[in-house]
Every structure is written in C-alpha cells, then in structure tokens.
C-alpha cells in the first residue's frame, strides 16, 4: 500500500469523524446554518420579486 | 511497514481533525446570525405582503417596506457566499462581511428613525418595527464580533 492508497482510505473517515465531532453538542455547523440561510434569502427574495411583478412595479435594484 | 506509518501519522491526523472540527466561533456566530437575519426578514415580508392584501397597506407603503427587505436578502446572501466554505475567517473576510453588513444596517436605522412608513395600524406598526429591531440587532451581533474577534 502505498501513501495515495493509504491517504485515499483514511479520508472518508476523517471526513466522518469530523462530522461527529461537529455535532457531538448537538449543535448544526456553521455550514449548515448558512445552508438554512441561503434557502431562506432565496425564498424572500422570490416572494418579494412575484409581489413586485403581481403589481407592476419594476423589482428593487439590489443595494 | 504499513502499520508503522500509520502509528507515525495518527498523533498529526488527530490533531487535523480536532482543528478542523473546532471552527472559529465567530464563523458559527456569524452563521448563526444570518440565518436569524433571513428568518426575520422572511417573517416581515410575509405579515408585509398579508397587510397589503388585506388593505392595511398599500401598494406604495408595501412597497418602501419590501425595498428594504430586498437590500437585507441581498446583503444577507452575499455575507453568507464570503463565510461559505471558510473554517476560521480571516481578517479581510471579516472586514468583507462588516462592509457589505454597514449599508443596511443604516438603512435599518433610517426607516426605524423616520417612523418607517406612514403605518397607521399599530400591531402592524409594532410588528414591523420590532422585526426590523430584531434584524438590526442580528447585524450588530455579527459586526460586534468580527470587530472584536
């Protein structure tokens, strides 16, 4: 075996590992957090776009 | 041979793993924020949009309302893509995140000084009032930290 194969087999452990490490207090990582977000600002910005559009008026510009 | 390279890494792959499940807490903190920050606003624009229908506001002042819920999901997605995919945040990440945070922390300010909008019904006004309070709080949370991180 040899480094590549060795390093090829360690990973998905350690990625393993990691994760249950991360949610052992069970608290949701950064990550999953900022999953929960983007999901979030995705659909408020969809709702106000359709409300914009259902009433005529030209969509905010960003910023 | 095998068995004696792994006994030579596993003291550096632990200490790798323990790192990397420690992230920085001002990345959870700052993650954790955002998604307030998302929830909130989408609890605005939602009661926003029901009092519009409902006649309580109209299109106009509906429309001041949700400009400015706009400029918090566009602020809150890009904050989010600089955090994303960063273990520890570095100091031009933080400086990023304070910088696109600033201008709609202003505009937060601005609408609650100026009364907001012409809100003649109170619960609406109240409720209007107190998510953009809890909005602006979640940008100082996240401003506060990275400064002092």
């Given at each position: 075996?040899?480094?590549?194969?060795?390093?090829?087999?360690?990973?998905?452990?350690?990625?393993?590992?990691?994760?249950?490490?991360?949610?052992?207090?069970?608290?949701?990582?950064?990550?999953?957090?900022?999953?929960?977000?983007?999901?979030q600002?995705?659909?408020n910005?969809?709702q106000i776009?359709?409300?914009?559009?259902?009433?005529?008026?030209?969509?905010?510009?960003?910023? | 041979?095998?068995?004696?390279?792994?006994?030579?890494?596993?003291?550096?792959?632990?200490?790798?793993?323990?790192?990397?499940?420690?992230?920085?807490?001002?990345?959870?903190?700052?993650?954790?924020?955002?998604?307030d920050i998302a929830q909130a606003n989408g609890a605005l624009q939602t009661a926003v949009i029901e009092s519009?229908?409902?006649?309580?506001l109209?299109?106009?002042?509906a429309?001041?309302i949700l400009t400015v819920c706009s400029?918090i999901n566009?602020?809150?997605?890009?904050?989010?893509?600089?955090?994303?995919?960063?273990?520890?945040?570095?100091?031009?990440?933080?400086?990023?995140?304070?910088?696109?945070?600033?201008?709609?922390?202003?505009?937060i300010?601005?609408a609650?000084?100026?009364?907001l909008?012409?809100?003649?019904?109170?619960?609406l006004?109240q409720k209007v009032q107190a998510s953009l309070v809890t909005i602006q709080?979640a940008?100082?949370?996240?401003?506060?930290?990275?400064?002092?991180?």
């Amino acid at each position: 075996m040899n480094y590549l194969a060795l390093i090829n087999a360690i990973l998905p452990i350690a990625a393993n590992i990691i994760t249950i490490i991360r949610n052992q207090d069970g608290t949701l990582t950064a990550v999953a957090y900022l999953d929960q977000a983007d999901a979030q600002f995705a659909t408020n910005a969809k709702q106000i776009s359709d409300w914009f559009a259902a009433h005529g008026k030209p969509a905010p510009t960003p910023n | 041979m095998v068995a004696s390279k792994l006994r030579n890494l596993a003291p550096v792959l632990l200490v790798c793993l323990v790192l990397a499940a420690c992230s920085d807490s001002a990345l959870k903190t700052t993650s954790r924020a955002l998604l307030d920050i998302a929830q909130a606003n989408g609890a605005l624009q939602t009661a926003v949009i029901e009092s519009n229908k409902s006649g309580v506001l109209n299109d106009t002042q509906a429309a001041a309302i949700l400009t400015v819920c706009s400029k918090i999901n566009t602020a809150g997605a890009e904050a989010s893509q600089v955090t994303r995919g960063l273990t520890k945040l570095d100091t031009t990440s933080k400086t990023k995140i304070v910088d696109i945070m600033a201008p709609i922390a202003a505009a937060i300010q601005d609408a609650l000084a100026k009364d907001l909008v012409p809100i003649t019904d109170a619960a609406l006004r109240q409720k209007v009032q107190a998510s953009l309070v809890t909005i602006q709080t979640a940008i100082n949370s996240i401003r506060l930290v990275l400064v002092s991180s």
